[in-house]
């Protein structure tokens, strides 16, 4: 074939210039370059989020997580994750998708309480008053039961005042012809 070629053209009986030989390589040419400056510029972008990426930004991960980043381990691509307070999680540095930048306008003060319904919702359980008051002790229950002195409960005790009220509301869901029964039948 190639000798055909060269023959062609040692004759001078060579086709005439054909414009879309020479299209399919710069088309070609151009969907590479256009390929390699969107690599580039997506990597720009990586190395300017990692910059911003240091204790204290808030961060999203690429499976969804919101958290405040609390030291990121360069060296072994690690970076650890405050979710909420005192729940910690370590994730790989590549998981971290954006930094969240808060608006100054939905910023919310951590000293006043959201309100729901008009009524005000702490942001935990220590203004939670101990309304116990109403409350008769079922039998068999002991001192350990007991609110403490402070006048609030333990973890432990609320549990066993749940589990308790638990086990009165499914006697008086019963069926008083049947006390063998359990609700769910």
Do not use: C, W
Request: proline share 8%.
């Amino acid at each position: 074939m190639l000798a055909h070629v060269v023959a062609q053209t040692a004759t001078g009986d060579a086709p005439p210039f054909d414009i879309f030989s020479l299209l399919l390589p710069l088309a070609l040419a151009f969907l590479i370059f256009t390929m390699f400056r969107r690599q580039r510029k997506t990597q720009q972008q990586v190395k300017e989020m990692r910059t911003q990426m240091e204790p204290g930004t808030e961060v999203m991960t690429q499976f969804g997580l919101y958290g405040t980043i609390v030291s990121i381990d360069q060296e072994n691509n690690k970076a650890v994750l405050e979710l909420s307070p005192g729940n910690l999680a370590t994730v790989h540095t590549q998981a971290l998708s954006k930094v969240v930048q808060q608006d100054t306008a939905a910023v919310v003060d951590p000293a006043v309480e959201p309100a729901v319904d008009g009524v005000s919702v702490p942001d935990d359980a220590s203004s939670i008053s101990d309304d116990r008051t109403d409350r008769t002790p079922s039998t068999g229950s002991t001192a350990a039961s007991a609110p403490t002195a402070g006048g609030t409960e333990t973890p432990e005790e609320a549990l066993r005042r749940l589990d308790r009220e638990a086990v009165q509301e499914n006697r008086d869901a019963r069926d008083p012809r049947d006390p063998k029964a359990t609700p769910d039948n």
